[in-house]
Nanobody
């Protein structure tokens, strides 16, 4: 059974940093690209960063480029999102998922809330 467990969110002031983690189980991780998505209230879920199964290349949404860094530890079946210079518009629930054929591969986990105060 595939399971995705996100953690590391919280409340931070603008300009601060957070590091999100996503632990994957059930065989979805090793051979697939992984992505971090976010969904703000009243908005559609969007992909903000992705990483191939080998760890490179990585891709970022324009809104986070230069501030966020995605990485993965294949030995731990875990993907990370380092978020620096956070802005209030980064406030959202953040989710991870495997990416197969440019689409999320499985059901979503519970996500982790990131709130950035101004």
């Amino acid at each position: 059974q595939v399971q995705l467990v996100e953690s590391g969110g919280g409340l931070v002031q603008a300009g601060g940093s957070l590091r999100l983690s996503c632990a994957a189980s059930g065989g979805i991780f090793s051979n697939n690209a992984m992505g971090w998505y976010r969904q703000a209230p009243g908005k559609r879920r969007e992909l903000v960063a992705s990483i191939t199964s080998a760890g490179a290349p990585t891709n970022y949404a324009d809104s986070v480029k230069g501030r966020f860094t995605i990485s993965r530890d294949n030995a731990k079946n875990t993907v990370y999102l380092q978020m620096n210079s956070l802005k209030p518009e980064d406030t959202a629930v953040y989710y991870c998922n495997a990416i197969i054929g440019d689409l999320p591969a499985t059901s979503w986990g519970q996500g982790t809330q990131v709130t950035v105060s101004s």
